[in-house]
C-alpha cells in the first residue's frame, strides 16, 4: 500500500512564525501535492512538485512556498502564519504524467493559528 | 461556473436501500475521473476510478457520461458503514498537476 506520512497530525502556532509542514511517501511517486481543506470550500491546491527541485503553484499559493529537494519528501512552509491560514493540510502523492492516476493523501494536519 | 459540482446533501438513506448521486463537471476535455471517500476529520481514500465504459467494484458502480459531462456513484444494500462524504474528483486538463474536487456529497446510512 502507499504511504504518505504527514510530519504532525495537529499543530498550533502563533502568528507571524515560520511553519513547516513535511510529507513522506515511499511509493517512488514523481508527483506530490499539498492542498488545503476548509469547511464548505473543498479542498484546495496550494503548490504541487513533478519532481525533485520542481514545483508548480496552484489556486492558492499565496503566503505559502514549498520545496522539493529529495523526491520522497515535499515541504509546505508558511512564511508568517496568519490567522487565515488555520486549515486541515493535506499532502498527496500521485504518479503518470498525464495525470491519470489517482493521488493518495496522508492523514492531514490540522493547523491552528493563534 | 464551477469546475466540478456535487449535491452537498446530506441524503439520508435507510440501511440495505440503494443509492446514487451525480458530479457534473464543466471541462469537456477532461481526462480522468474519480470517487472518493472522506469520513469525519480524516483524509480522503481512493473508492474507486471511474472509466469510460462504466466499472464496478462489489456493491458500488461507476458510470461516466460524457456527453452530458457527469459521472455517477451507485451503492447497491448499503451498509452503516458506507456513511461518509464522497468526493468527485477530474483531472480537467489530463495534466501533472492537481486533481479538482467537488465539494463532497454526505451520505447518511441510518438502522
Known amino acids: 500500500d502507499v504511504k504518505v506520512t504527514q510530519s504532525s497530525r495537529y499543530l498550533v502556532k502563533r502568528t507571524g512564525e515560520k511553519v513547516f509542514l513535511e510529507c513522506v511517501q515511499d511509493m517512488d511517486h514523481e508527483n506530490m501535492f499539498w492542498y488545503r481543506q476548509d469547511p464548505g470550500l473543498g479542498l484546495r491546491l496550494i503548490y504541487f512538485s513533478y519532481d525533485v527541485k520542481m514545483k508548480e503553484k496552484g489556486d492558492i499559493p499565496e503566503g505559502y512556498s514549498v520545496s522539493r529537494e529529495k523526491k520522497e519528501r515535499f515541504s509546505l512552509i508558511l512564511e508568517s502564519a496568519s490567522t487565515n491560514q488555520t486549515s486541515m493540510y493535506l499532502c498527496?502523492?500521485?504518479?503518470?504524467?498525464?495525470?491519470?492516476?489517482?493521488?493518495?493523501f496522508g492523514d492531514g494536519t490540522r493547523l491552528s493559528i493563534l | 461556473r464551477k469546475e466540478v459540482e456535487q449535491d452537498p446533501g446530506p441524503f439520508n438513506v435507510p440501511e440495505g436501500a440503494t443509492v446514487a448521486f451525480n458530479c457534473t463537471y464543466s471541462n469537456s476535455a477532461s481526462q480522468s475521473f474519480f470517487w472518493y471517500r472522506q469520513d469525519c476529520r480524516k483524509e480522503p481514500k481512493l473508492l474507486m476510478s471511474?472509466?469510460?465504459s462504466g466499472n464496478e467494484d462489489g456493491r458500488f458502480t461507476a458510470q461516466l457520461n460524457r456527453a452530458s459531462q457527469y459521472i455517477s456513484l451507485l451503492i447497491r444494500d448499503s451498509k452503516l458503514s458506507d456513511s461518509a462524504t464522497y468526493l468527485c474528483v477530474v483531472n480537467p486538463g489530463g495534466g501533472a498537476d492537481g486533481l479538482t474536487f467537488g465539494k463532497g456529497t454526505h451520505l447518511i446510512i441510518q438502522p
Open positions: 471511474v472509466y469510460s
Open positions: 498527496a502523492s500521485g504518479t503518470g504524467s498525464m495525470g491519470n492516476q489517482p493521488q493518495h
